[in-house]
Nanobody
């Protein structure tokens, strides 16, 4: 059974940082690209970032580019998301997901993201 368990969320002031982790099990983690999604309060799923299976290639939504960094440790079956320079608009439930959106268009327009298998999420709240 595929399991994805996110952790590391919390309450942080604007400009602060957090590091999220996602522990994966039930599949061969090292052979899958992975994705971070988020869902702001009252809104739909948004694409945040993805990383290829070897951790060499990453991609980011324009809204987080330069502030967030995705990485992975295949020996530990763990995916990470470093969040820096946080803004109030980054407040959301953050999810890790197995696989990646089917196309750049789907990622850019936040389409069909619910098709990706994701964990239960970890809440990030940015507020002063």
């Amino acid at each position: 059974e595929v399991q994805l368990v996110e952790s590391g969320g919390g309450l942080v002031q604007p400009g602060g940082s957090l590091r999220l982790a996602c522990a994966a099990s039930g599949f061969t983690f090292s052979t899958y690209s992975m994705t971070w999604l988020r869902q702001p309060p009252g809104k739909g799923l948004e694409y945040v970032s993805s990383i290829n299976s070897r951790g060499v290639t990453t991609d980011y939504a324009n809204s987080v580019k330069g502030r967030f960094t995705t990485s992975r440790d295949n020996a530990k079956n763990t995916l990470y998301l470093q969040l820096n320079s946080l803004k109030t608009e980054d407040t959301a439930m953050y999810y890790c997901a197995k696989g990646v959106p089917s196309s750049t268009r789907e990622a850019t327009l936040n389409l069909n993201l619910e098709k990706l298998l994701r964990g239960q999420g970890t809440q990030v709240t940015v507020s002063s």
